[in-house]
């Protein structure tokens, strides 16, 4: 028996998933809940196929509770600077999420629909000109997951019944050439 498994801990794959790729490991931990307690914009990867393709990668394995878990510090130490702050993850947890984003700079609002991983399921743009458009997984190359332990998206959300007004407002993005 592994000394990981005497101290009562398994193996979970992780993903740090940045959009256009992504960071692996596997962490040694009690669970897969408090890995994400514990490390900001990672997620516990359960789907049986990925984790069985993992097993040929040769990843990294680390345990949770070492004192510097190496790759693993930044987003260690990025979860106990939110820890404290208001809103800290009160979003965790739910089926849907809908955060409200202004961009810098063009006076751009994001509204988006999140699932439960994090993940965009609906989105709406509305620009200066107070035009809407709509756009669903179909439509976007990449789509990594929101951290909803995050405290500031606590603090941009807005309800579902502002953001379906908004999307039944919005037009589809006309098609390519």
Known sequence: MSEQAEAGTTRHLVLHDYGMGGVWWWVWAH???????ACAEVEVVTD????????????EEIRLDAPDPGPLSRLRAQRDAQRDQPGFGVLAG???VYPGEREDGEGTLW????GPDGRRL???EIGPQD??????????????????????YAAMEIGADEFEKAW???????EGP
């Open 168 to 174: 039944r407002r919005a037009r589809r993005e006309p």
């Open 94 to 96: 739910r089926d849907r």
């Open 131 to 152: 035009e809407g458009i709509r756009t669903g997984p179909d439509d976007w190359p990449f789509n990594p997951p929101h951290d909803l332990h995050d405290p500031r």
């Open 48 to 59: 049986a196929d990925s984790v069985r393709r993992a097993e040929t990668w040769g990843l």
């Open 122 to 124: 609906r989105q709406v």
């Open 31 to 37: 669970s897969a809940q408090e890995i994400v307690e």
């Open 111 to 114: 509204l988006m629909e999140l």
